[in-house]
């Protein structure tokens, strides 16, 4: 009974993985494919020519380059904000912590939708001082990315050692130096994370750009319009590449992860 | 350094600023500005003016409460398959995984590597007309010969759930992985079966984890239009699809600002409500 009941859920967990990942392949499966119009659903045989020909669709590379610079400044600005927060809020105590807590989980649990349309009126309320666009949209993901670089780098923070700030001090090190040679390089990995999660939070973000991106078209944006009238296989291209290095990234910070672990044990 | 070292108090002040700073001018302020637009009357030729327009909501209520009820229908359903579907799945990594754990996490979050729009697309892919799903379930009668699965509301949740799955799967492996394994072992050492075992202790311990999921996945599936644009009908349409549609079809500003902040209270209700009963100490950790 316990033997069938361990394989059982085992099984299960095949199972899922499956649905989880079954539609990535068809992603991925789908830029090789060789449709013979506009609509990509159905499998018409392999081919190399959305990859060799991957720059063929008017206006995704440019889509795709807009979307890696504002996701590069993005992940920049909210991690150097965010990090500082949550700085503030694991070391000092201070009037207002609560406060700041809450200024923080609720962007977090808002509906991206109303984060958008909020974001849009305010704009628009500027009037003319405000042209939607660029900045606008950089505006909108550093918003949304603070947030959950906080959590990550609060996380951090609250599980290392604190007497290793302290014996820093002990020796002799101001507070600033404490800071370089002790905290930051046992925070720089969750400051790594946030950087990479903000970067991917904001190459992925289609809601609240939707609505503040004006005449602008972000990677996400692109794809949606094609949508419309039948998407070009580079898309899957594009998705396909995006998903590979992102994959490769996360694999490699797993490797890390246990490299540093096999050492310190 | 000499002023900080005077002012020892300011620092976390000083860390502070920027990014709050930050969030006040561009979170909270715009929802003040929204929540003045949703008092406006008027219309996009002439203006908008603030009027305490209470009307707004009572048009938002009264002509759109279908989409509301449907939005929170379907991520509420969704957010129960995520939690259905992912539980096994976190218990079998946290409790199995061994030495694997990392890299089969990376396997959950890998679809938040596709982009979601091109997930989404996946998804019209495998529930296509002609594609092998549609197919088999025909064959076994499960669908009439005509059946379906694109364009309906079985897509639409299928395609939210598998979207936000992450979000139920993350919280819940993380609250799994930290429960101690020697509690289980002691019920089982006190004659418990393994099933007791598991809801009298392994279930109660997650629940901070269950909680954490369901918000997680909730409340960002209630204002989702994507799923219901790509994989349903205007029949399927969310309550996301209205706002869309006034602010950039009908220039309907204040209607869309009355919905969104509709939308918001409803959302804090329903989590006012779920606190209540799964008792707010759970809520906070």
Same mark, same amino acid.
């Given at each position: 009974?316990?033997?069938?009941?361990?394989?059982?859920?085992?099984?299960?967990?095949?199972?899922?993985?499956?649905?989880?990942?079954?539609?990535?392949?068809?992603?991925?499966?789908?830029?090789?494919?060789?449709?013979?119009?506009?609509?990509?659903?159905?499998?018409?045989?392999?081919?190399?020519?959305?990859?060799?020909?991957?720059?063929?669709?008017?206006?995704?590379?440019?889509?795709?380059?807009?979307?890696?610079?504002?996701?590069?400044?993005?992940?920049?600005?909210?991690?150097?904000?965010?990090?500082?927060?949550?700085?503030?809020?694991?070391?000092?105590?201070?009037?207002?912590?609560?406060?700041?807590?809450?200024?923080?989980?609720?962007?977090?649990?808002?509906?991206?939708?109303?984060?958008?349309?909020?974001?849009?009126?305010?704009?628009?309320?500027?009037?003319?001082?405000?042209?939607?666009?660029?900045?606008?949209?950089?505006?909108?993901?550093?918003?949304?990315?603070?947030?959950?670089?906080?959590?990550?780098?609060?996380?951090?923070?609250?599980?290392?050692?604190?007497?290793?700030?302290?014996?820093?001090?002990?020796?002799?090190?101001?507070?600033?130096?404490?800071?370089?040679?002790?905290?930051?390089?046992?925070?720089?990995?969750?400051?790594?994370?946030?950087?990479?999660?903000?970067?991917?939070?904001?190459?992925?973000?289609?809601?609240?750009?939707?609505?503040?991106?004006?005449?602008?078209?972000?990677?996400?944006?692109?794809?949606?319009?094609?949508?419309?009238?039948?998407?070009?296989?580079?898309?899957?291209?594009?998705?396909?590449?995006?998903?590979?290095?992102?994959?490769?990234?996360?694999?490699?910070?797993?490797?890390?992860?246990?490299?540093?672990?096999?050492?310190?044990? | 350094?000499?002023?900080?070292?005077? $002012?020892?108090? !300011?620092?976390?002040? @000083? &860390?502070? /600023?920027?990014?709050?700073?930050? %969030? =006040?001018?561009?979170?909270?302020? *715009?929802?003040?500005?929204?929540?003045?637009?949703?008092?406006?009357?008027?219309?996009?030729?002439?203006?908008?003016?603030?009027?305490?327009?209470?009307?707004?909501?009572?048009?938002?209520?009264?002509?759109? $409460?279908?989409? !509301?009820?449907?939005? @929170? &229908?379907? /991520?509420?359903?969704?957010?129960? %398959? =995520?939690?259905?579907?992912?539980? *096994?799945?976190?218990?079998?990594?946290?409790?199995?995984?061994?030495?694997?754990?990392?890299?089969?996490?990376?396997?959950?979050?890998?679809?938040?590597?596709?982009?979601?729009?091109?997930?989404?697309?996946?998804?019209?892919?495998?529930?296509?007309?002609?594609?092998?799903?549609?197919?088999?379930?025909?064959?076994?009668?499960?669908?009439?010969?005509?059946?379906?699965?694109?364009?309906?509301?079985?897509?639409?949740?299928?395609?939210?759930?598998?979207?936000?799955?992450?979000?139920?799967?993350?919280?819940?492996?993380?609250?799994?992985?930290?429960?101690?394994?020697?509690?289980?072992?002691?019920?089982?050492?006190?004659?418990?079966?393994?099933?007791?075992?598991?809801?009298?202790?392994?279930?109660?311990?997650?629940?901070?984890?269950?909680?954490?999921?369901?918000?997680?996945?909730?409340?960002?599936?209630?204002?989702?239009?994507?799923?219901?644009?790509?994989?349903?009908?205007?029949?399927?349409?969310?309550?996301?699809?209205?706002?869309?549609?006034?602010?950039?079809?009908?220039?309907?500003?204040?209607?869309?600002?009355?919905?969104?902040?509709?939308?918001?209270?409803?959302?804090?209700?329903?989590?006012?409500?779920?606190?209540?009963?799964?008792?707010?100490?759970?809520?906070?950790?």
């Amino acid at each position: 009974m316990k033997f069938i009941r361990h394989h059982l859920l085992t099984a299960y967990a095949i199972v899922a993985f499956a649905y989880l990942l079954v539609p990535i392949a068809i992603v991925i499966a789908f830029s090789f494919n060789n449709p013979p119009g506009r609509y990509n659903y159905t499998w018409h045989g392999f081919t190399l020519r959305q990859w060799q020909n991957w720059d063929g669709v008017p206006g995704l590379k440019d889509a795709m380059v807009l979307s890696l610079e504002i996701a590069f400044l993005a992940a920049v600005v909210a991690t150097a904000l965010g990090t500082l927060i949550a700085l503030a809020l694991v070391r000092y105590g201070f009037r207002g912590r609560g406060g700041t807590n809450v200024l923080i989980f609720v962007p977090m649990a808002t509906p991206e939708v109303v984060l958008g349309a909020s974001l849009l009126v305010l704009f628009l309320n500027l009037g003319s001082a405000v042209q939607l666009g660029f900045w606008t949209i950089l505006i909108a993901h550093i918003m949304f990315c603070i947030s959950y670089v906080v959590v990550t780098v609060k996380a951090r923070l609250i599980s290392f050692d604190r007497s290793l700030e302290e014996a820093a001090m002990d020796l002799g090190a101001n507070e600033f130096t404490t800071f370089r040679k002790v905290t930051l390089p046992l925070i720089a990995p969750a400051i790594v994370a946030g950087l990479l999660l903000s970067f991917a939070l904001s190459i992925d973000d289609f809601v609240v750009t939707y609505f503040n991106a004006g005449s602008e078209i972000t990677f996400p944006l692109f794809v949606w319009g094609a949508a419309q009238r039948g998407v070009p296989p580079q898309v899957n291209v594009f998705g396909t590449v995006i998903f590979v290095v992102a994959l490769g990234l996360m694999l490699i910070n797993v490797l890390l992860q246990r490299r540093r672990e096999g050492v310190s044990t | 350094m000499g002023f900080l070292h005077r $002012h020892r108090g !300011l620092t976390p002040y @000083l &860390l502070l /600023a920027p990014g709050i700073v930050f %969030l =006040a001018v561009f979170f909270l302020v *715009p929802l003040g500005f929204l929540g003045q637009q949703s008092l406006e009357s008027g219309d996009f030729a002439v203006g908008y003016s603030f009027t305490w327009a209470w009307g707004n909501y009572w048009d938002a209520i009264h002509q759109y $409460h279908a989409w !509301l009820v449907r939005s @929170l &229908l379907y /991520a509420g359903l969704a957010t129960l %398959l =995520a939690l259905v579907i992912s539980y *096994p799945l976190a218990y079998w990594i946290a409790f199995r995984g061994g030495r694997w754990k990392n890299l089969l996490l990376v396997m959950i979050i890998a679809p938040f590597f596709v982009t979601y729009l091109i997930r989404t697309l996946a998804w019209q892919t495998i529930l296509a007309d002609q594609g092998p799903v549609v197919r088999i379930l025909r064959d076994v009668h499960i669908l009439g010969a005509n059946g379906r699965l694109l364009a309906t509301s079985t897509a639409v949740v299928a395609g939210i759930t598998y979207n936000f799955l992450p979000f139920m799967a993350l919280p819940l492996y993380v609250s799994l992985e930290s429960i101690d394994k020697r509690l289980i072992e002691a019920a089982e050492d006190l004659y418990a079966s393994s099933a007791q075992a598991f809801l009298r202790v392994t279930l109660p311990l997650s629940l901070p984890g269950v909680v954490a999921g369901t918000l997680l996945t909730f409340i960002p599936a209630t204002g989702d239009f994507i799923n219901a644009q790509l994989l349903g009908t205007p029949r399927q349409a969310m309550i996301g699809n209205v706002i869309q549609s006034k602010f950039f079809n009908l220039l309907d500003y204040p209607g869309a600002a009355a919905l969104s902040f509709t939308l918001m209270a409803a959302v804090l209700i329903l989590i006012a409500i779920y606190a209540r009963v799964i008792g707010t100490e759970k809520l906070t950790g």
